[in-house]
């Protein structure tokens, strides 16, 4: 039993990718994962400039963007009102075994369409678990969503069968990264903190909805350092991403966080927005 | 055209897999490369302890080993004289999306059988590049040889159009990890010096057997922290995977490397050896 609906490879609807994929192979590539909500996939051109972001970053040459916003056009089609559209472009299939770069084909994209509900009851806030991994920088590959998700994976493995919403990312100074599938926000009187990710995490497309739409709402935006004291000791924290937009955190760890209507003016305003 | 044989999924001859396969979704899984000479897997004992070890760490249930052994039977039964026979195990497809492996189905084995050459003219040694790329510290993966492999192919691709054999792996504090592709020793005197695997790279299984057969040819062997001067300065210094054996270094970038008996009368060890 899968909640995936329905998948496109290079356009053509199937559900099987070629065993010699790089993604596969290598997590050779990176991805996407688009909230489709009433026939509109949300933040679409921000999604796409981070794809090409991330395959310039991964040297993956890929001319076929007309062809890919065809495939969305026809998950959009057959979506139900409220979905996930993950895109994932590869490196394609290796035409010689090896890590480096040699001979391959082209890229390959592949569109799937997953099954979403909207996160129930957050609005009385969310519980972050804290975890013992702690996350490895890596400048070159920080702020792209690329293929390699192990450490993300095995933060979020800490969580299951307990209660929390979400595992956090810390790096081995002790300083906050972001959440395993979402970034993080602190905020401090009408000031909004939220982790640098020049060395770990990945730039999420509502923090960066966020960024932009703080200061027309009156709040000031900073990229900075933050440990958990930071999260402890502010006046409200809080979590996005694509699928669940802004939701308050009302606990990390064993902490109690403060609420602020800071964060719902946030997660209104975010709400109305598709672009 | 690809130089794949032919590829096994779950033990069916297929040549893709499910596209929501977290293997492909996340890297979330293990592979060994293994040389297939002359109707043998080498090392397989080896190769398949570090499959379990990796798959221990990544808190993937796998029960299929039996299952994987007929597989690799079935390859060699196909298999030219001289073949690489890739194993992937994977967490399996998702039934929930999202990182946490919460629901998933069981694990899912990949064997692709692949052609392979005789490394040619490397007893006269060869050269390694040194890449500006520095690699991540990871120490909860260190030495698994999982599919999250992004820094090895950014690592390689700096070395193509030139003419090195190989890659060198450096960290950030300019320690030696290893090759993209293989492990790395210098030789002082009758000492076998390798960089510890504790927080970069991968445990290669020759590697392995170096260690273990350099005693008995009256070589001692310390596993320590190495730089480029160590390697520079070194008698020697050799490189080792499953598909090249010892192979003698003669250039790191630049730098002309002294060749030592020592390297060569390993490589003829190993080259007799099947477990």
């Known amino acids: 039993m899968s909640d995936l609906i329905a ?36 933040f679409l051109e921000a999604h796409m400039a981070r794809l090409r972001r991330g395959l310039a970053v991964l040297g993956i040459s890929f001319t076929d963007e007309a062809a890919l916003r065809a495939d969305v056009v026809e998950a959009l089609r057959i979506a139900p009102s409220l979905a996930i559209l993950k895109i994932i472009v590869t490196r394609g299939s290796r035409t010689v075994r090896g890590y480096a770069p040699r001979g391959e084909g082209a890229a390959r994209r592949i569109a799937m369409l997953w099954e979403t509900e909207a996160p129930a009851g957050v609005d009385q806030g969310v519980t972050v678990h804290v975890p013992a991994m702690r996350v490895s920088d890596s400048p070159r590959l920080a702020g792209i969503k690329h293929l390699n998700r192990l450490e993300n994976v095995m933060a ?16 081995r100074r ?17 000031n909004l903190l939220t982790p ?19 200061p027309r709402l009156g709040f000031a ?3 900075q350092t933050l440990t958990l004291g930071d999260l402890i000791g502010a ?3 809080f979590l996005t991403n694509a699928r669940i937009g802004v939701v308050p955190v009302r606990h990390v760890g064993e902490h109690p ?6 964060v719902m003016t946030l997660r209104t305003r975010i709400e109305t927005l598709d672009a």
Chains 1, 2 share one sequence.
């Open 7 to 42: 998948s496109w490879v290079d356009g053509v609807p199937l559900k099987s990718v070629p065993v010699d994929d790089r993604g596969l192979q290598y997590g050779d590539g990176v991805f996407e994962t688009i909230l489709v909500r009433s026939g509109t996939a949300r």
């Open 156 to 171: 979020a493995a800490e969580s299951l069968g307990g209660s929390a919403f979400e595992t956090l990312l810390l790096d």
């Open 174 to 190: 002790e300083e906050v990264v972001s959440g395993a599938a979402s970034n993080l926000f602190a905020v401090r009187g009408t």
């Open 196 to 214: 640098r990710l020049d060395r770990a995490g990945v730039a999420g497309i509502v923090r960066g909805v966020v960024l932009r739409e703080a």
């Open 221 to 223: 935006v900073t990229e």
């Open 235 to 237: 006046d409200a924290v």
């Open 257 to 262: 966080i403060r609420m602020s209507e800071i």
